[in-house]
């Protein structure tokens, strides 16, 4: 089983900045990529989340569309965990943003989901 614990976002003013971590733990087989997929409001079902970030262990990362140029994930193998700084915020990108980490048997684990609403 592994477990993902996500921290960070809330409320941000348009233009500002915010980091998000997830960390893992439990059975983990590796090496995984981690990342992030967000849900916006209105979007009820899993498969309309929408890729934020994802890093895999050998440094590679790929964005969305919507964040490139604006979004840097990082990650801290050591620790088995991921970052996501999120930078010139746009009301857009209100959503609540989960943690995938997928091992590599391809099972997919999710987080729980942090809310980031940006208004001013």
């Known amino acids: 089983q592994v477990q993902l614990v996500e921290s960070g976002g809330g409320l941000v003013q348009p233009g500002g900045s915010t980091p998000l971590s997830c960390e893992a733990s439990?059975?983990?087989?590796?090496?995984?990529?981690m990342g992030w997929y967000r849900q916006a409001p209105g979007n009820e079902r899993e498969y309309e989340r929408e890729?934020?970030?994802?890093?895999?262990?050998?440094?590679?990362?790929n964005y969305g569309d919507s964040v490139k140029g604006r979004f840097t994930i990082t990650r801290e193998n050591s620790k088995n965990m991921a970052f996501l700084q999120m930078n010139n915020l746009k009301p857009e990108d209100t959503a609540v943003y989960y943690c995938?980490?997928?091992?590599?048997?391809?099972?997919?684990?999710w987080g729980q989901g942090t809310q980031v609403t940006v208004s001013s």
């Open positions: 439990g059975n983990i087989l590796g090496p995984y990529s």
């Open positions: 890729l934020v970030a994802v890093a895999w262990s050998n440094g590679r990362t």
């Open positions: 995938l980490l997928t091992g590599q048997d391809d099972r997919d684990h």
